[in-house]
């Protein structure tokens, strides 16, 4: 794939949750040469400073007129790098995006709101020739396929990670695990289900929210027959979506069905109590062991547990490990803390147990 | 409602189980009145006989324009009575199509090809100012809703009619069940969940298969917490979609989760091994105990199971139901031989337990 440059824009947001697609942007994209951020609060510092201290090379400019007033290279495109509850553009990222746009770069935007729905948007780009891409916009149909159980000749074993929750981590985790089965030299593929994984460029993969329901066990079915026949992998691993029991959109069960998944990697946030958006009505994250129980009936086998440290001390993080190991008799581990090298073996012994070469 | 004056067009598939759509009008809908069915093979006869043996007084024309010819009332609507395998127009049924709309007719269309994306149909439906309704396709994004927790605030007991598989009678078995509680003073409303139902002309629900997987929990929720406010009901009835792990399309723990319904009557076919469309790959239905512990780790209780009859003899469903109510300890029945009213006593306990007024 080769890499489009790129300016993200976040517009005030760098430093906060909202802005997970820049930080997924930043954490590494095949997609995009992430050229430079926008943002007022920022202007001046290293964005990778401000993302966890470590800086990047990626200047943050204080808006977009800033940028090119400076002499910096042309984007193709400016990505719309923040993710709100509701969705909605804010209204003063109007003005950058159609600064952008008069600096003739494309836009990529991930927010429920459209950008081609939008006539100012709309006509602007016709006049310019430049596209706008809403990641988000469901695919037309005829792009999209229905299950048709071609998954049972794909003999590569496929594991998923699954989550507790939303938000957790899921993500993070697959891509560890993808690049330490690379380094132990299992040539690992991920398939991406949400819009950060589509814009890290990940090549097989589909937007499972946005996708119309009737196609949803389709469209894993082929990213897995797909990614299956192009790589000719030893693992297939596949980002997972949601939580099996969460409320707000309960997840799951699609990719261990209609992906035949016989391997789970659950992620974990032991310091979170309910359900994200959830808190309102108090809707409790169920126990890990349950979780394992109730995998276990779609056919599909936990082998390790992982953990986000989401509001807990490195003390409280080691107790609930033990805890957990002690409780479930497999590996728990802390991904940011430790890495997944431990998962290696117990991903070669489910390899050999499932019919990998 | 107000019921519109219909045809309906089967053109030559009235016998099969193609004509679903159709069936399902002719059974009973509040929202067409259906004043003919268009089939060459069955002109002349009743709709009704060809479909059970009873005649409804629906007479069956051989082509649109014997419809009119015969100086017969003037539908407002012609639908396509049809649902095929990938979801495709069958070729022969456009002339009458394009024959209804000469003749001022609007069109009504459950597949998945849309007739608003024809150009045929589209310019012919602009010129004479008539309706395409493409009931399969997604609502835009202004109208959904994303799930916020307002579910919580509705006491009004729900009970969802699951399947072991799809196409199986779970919208006739909800159907039933709603007539028998309203027989018996209980105030019984239904949520559909699929194009028939919509056809049939129930008030509260929505297309499953056909909303963006982002809006499907708010879309259930919406649906309950509405019914509930607007007709004030001692019951909620959901009717369900698929199975919980047909790999074809899993789906049901978003009725239980995002809908918070804790009581499930659960539909089986006993004379049916695989989950249909897998027949060729040979995916198991999983044996009615499995799924009602499945069920229960959801936090929802089976009540009851209901038979599908299909494929076996009188001896044999007799069996079935023998032995699997001796094995679950709960009613099995037969809906369709022996109505729904034993289930009544079990739908009481259930309201007063979980409860309602």
Not at 25 to 36: H, K, P, V, Y
Not at 104 to 122: A, I, P, Q, R, Y
Not at 147 to 173: H, Y
Request: with cysteine; net charge negative; aromatic share 6%.
């Amino acid at each position: 794939m080769k890499k489009e440059p790129a300016i993200v824009l976040t517009n005030g947001m760098l430093d906060s949750d909202n802005a997970k697609t820049c930080h997924g942007l930043l954490r590494g994209t095949d997609r995009f040469e992430i050229l430079a951020v926008i943002d007022h609060r920022f202007a001046g510092e290293d964005a990778g400073t401000i993302l966890d201290g470590h800086a990047l090379g990626v200047p943050v400019y204080a808006s977009v007129n800033d940028y090119f007033a400076a002499d910096n290279p042309q984007p193709t495109y400016c990505v719309v790098g923040v993710a709100l509850p509701g969705g909605l553009l804010p209204e003063d990222f109007r003005s950058e995006l159609i600064d952008a746009m008069q600096h003739n770069c494309s836009l990529v935007n991930g927010l429920h709101t459209f950008l081609s729905d939008d006539m100012e948007f709309d006509t602007l780009a016709k006049e310019k020739g430049l596209i706008l891409m809403d990641i988000r916009k469901p695919r037309p149909r005829t792009e999209l396929s229905f299950w048709n159980g071609s998954i049972f000749e794909v003999k590569t074993p496929r594991i998923a990670v699954l989550g507790m929750d939303c938000a957790i981590g899921k993500r993070t985790t697959c891509r560890f695990l993808m690049e330490a089965c690379r380094e132990h030299g299992i040539q690992a593929e991920m398939i991406f289900t949400g819009q950060t994984g589509w814009m890290q460029g990940y090549p097989h993969g589909f937007i499972f929210d946005s996708t119309v329901n009737d196609f949803i066990s389709g469209e894993i079915e082929k990213a897995i027959v797909n990614c299956d026949r192009e790589e000719n992998p030893d693992l297939i691993l596949i980002e997972g979506q949601s939580a099996l029991r969460n409320p707000t959109g309960p997840c799951g069960s699609e990719f261990l069905m209609s992906g035949q998944v016989k391997g789970v990697v659950l992620q974990h946030a032991p310091g979170r109590e309910f359900h994200e958006g959830t808190e309102h009505v108090g809707c409790p994250i169920p126990t890990v062991a349950s979780e394992i129980a109730l995998i276990g009936m779609y056919g599909a086998e936990v082998l390790a547990v992982t953990l986000n440290e989401m509001g807990q001390t490195d003390e409280q993080m080691q107790e609930h490990q033990r805890r957990l190991e002690a409780e479930l008799g497999i590996p728990v581990l802390r991904p940011l803390k430790e890495g997944v090298d431990r998962l290696i073996p117990v991903v070669r012994q489910f390899i050999d147990e499932n019919g990998g070469e």
